[in-house]
């Protein structure tokens, strides 16, 4: 039994696999193919045009401030014009500022416009998961939401790798603008056949519950769990390409560094859900979080670049199987009317943890490369035990 479940007088979904749930997943992969061209792009194409390892470091810094301070927003608006809107506009402006990098040829002008991405990308994942969590049946929500990751790293899988190969080949340029067009005509496609379920209606926000009640003992362990999992995307961004790179990766391995992650990710997500469904939430998110605790550890030895590729397989696994575990965890407790709200909330509690992963990313780098994800890898490991000794750990763990 879900503590939140939604009121007995709405149609609950039967059937994971509907048309809305296929149309939405088409979407998120879409999304990030698009996104994935630049991903291994931005930190090499802002050194080759002067920028600072400390200045690359300020352009995950600001993205993810600008994310941090605008998806509560994002699930406010979600909740009150429609998320479908919110993510149909949000791709198309991200789009645009995808195109932006072509004339820019100053780092300061580069972390500007990180900043107006954190914007975009702030009203792409969190209205994606809301409807996810709407159309999905209760008894599911781990692995609906399992899906929505693997939509994502299906997308990585894909972007990262086609986008080097662009750039090795005829330039940054075109790899800029295909990432471009390949949003905008996602948005197109969202706007033209994804149709929101009813209870997403800003009707059925005004029967929603008080917003306190967004910030119950389960949800807030929540947060907390996201801020840890959303650690990496803030290092990612900030060292990963320069990290391995510094290794002696050529541009073609960083990017299939991010596809073997994505691989991974994409093939575990779904099947660790649907685990945590039947079987609980507390032990996989265990396993996953010392098992890419382990990897990051190992990071931060001078590696060759093929062992760091091969290891990027075993961090996939690790972060979607922690992942899976936290999403279903979330979706259990989120109020009925809320869904923008409390997966912005969630966000943003994320991008917390990125922004500051970030920042230190940047700074440690200057030390030593592997620095940072030696302190990841630490972090990993430290809270399995915090999970097994502090009280919150009853409405995970039982």
Same mark, same amino acid.
């Given at each position: ?11 609950? !979904? ?10 939405? @997943? ?29 200045? #690359? ?8 401030? /600008?994310?941090? #301070?605008?998806?509560? $927003? ?92 662009? /750039? ?53 362990? /929540? ?28 541009? @073609? ?6 596809? /073997? ?22 032990? !996989?998110?265990?396993?996953? @979080? ?23 397989? $075993? ?47 940047? $700074? ?10 030696? $302190? ?8 399995? #035990?915090?999970?097994?000794? #502090? ?8």
């Amino acid at each position: 039994m879900h503590p939140m479940s939604r009121h007995e007088d709405e149609a609950l !979904p039967t059937s994971l696999y509907t048309l809305p749930a296929i149309v939405l @997943l088409a979407a998120v992969v879409l999304s990030f193919v698009g996104v994935g061209f630049v991903m291994p792009l931005r930190a090499l194409y802002a050194r080759d045009i002067g920028a600072s390892s400390v200045e #690359v470091g300020l352009m995950a810094t600001a993205f993810l401030l /600008a994310s941090f #301070v605008v998806t509560p $927003v994002m699930g406010w608006l979600a909740d009150h014009i429609g998320p479908r809107t919110v993510l149909g506009l949000s791709l198309l402006t991200y789009a645009g500022l995808l195109a932006a990098y072509v004339p820019i040829t100053s780092p300061g002008a580069l972390i500007a416009l990180r900043a107006l991405e954190g914007v975009s990308a702030a009203g792409v994942l969190t209205p994606a998961r809301a409807l996810m969590n709407t159309v999905a049946p209760p008894e599911r929500y781990g692995e609906a939401l399992g899906l929505v990751s693997t939509a994502r790293y299906v997308g990585i899988l894909a972007g990262p790798a086609v986008g080097s190969l662009l /750039a090795s080949s005829v330039g940054y340029t075109p790899a800029f603008l295909a990432a471009s067009g390949v949003l905008t005509l996602t948005a197109l496609a969202v706007f033209l056949f994804l149709r929101p379920p009813t209870d997403m209606t800003p009707h059925a926000v005004s029967r929603a519950p008080a917003f306190s009640r967004g910030f119950t003992a389960p949800l807030a362990l /929540a947060y907390g769990l996201a801020v840890v999992l959303a650690w990496p995307q803030g290092v990612t961004p900030a060292i990963w390409s320069l990290y391995m790179q510094d290794r002696g990766a050529s541009l @073609l391995l960083i990017g299939l560094s991010y596809t /073997a992650f994505a691989l991974a990710a994409s093939a575990l997500a779904p099947v660790a859900g649907r685990l945590s469904d039947r079987y609980g939430r507390c032990q !996989p998110l265990l396993a996953g @979080l010392v098992l890419a605790g382990v990897v990051y550890c190992v990071y931060g030895l001078r590696l060759p670049p093929g062992w760091i590729l091969a290891l990027t397989l $075993v961090e996939g696994a690790g972060l979607a199987v922690a992942r899976a575990a936290t999403d279903g965890f979330l979706a259990d407790h989120v109020p009925q009317g809320l869904q923008g709200r409390i997966h912005a909330l969630f966000s943003a509690a994320g991008t917390a943890g990125s922004l500051v992963a970030a920042i230190d990313s940047g $700074v440690l780098y200057a030390v030593e490369p592997g620095r940072p994800l030696l $302190v990841m890898g630490v972090l990993y490991l430290l809270v399995p #035990v915090a999970l097994l000794i #502090v009280p919150a750990r009853r409405h995970l763990c039982g």
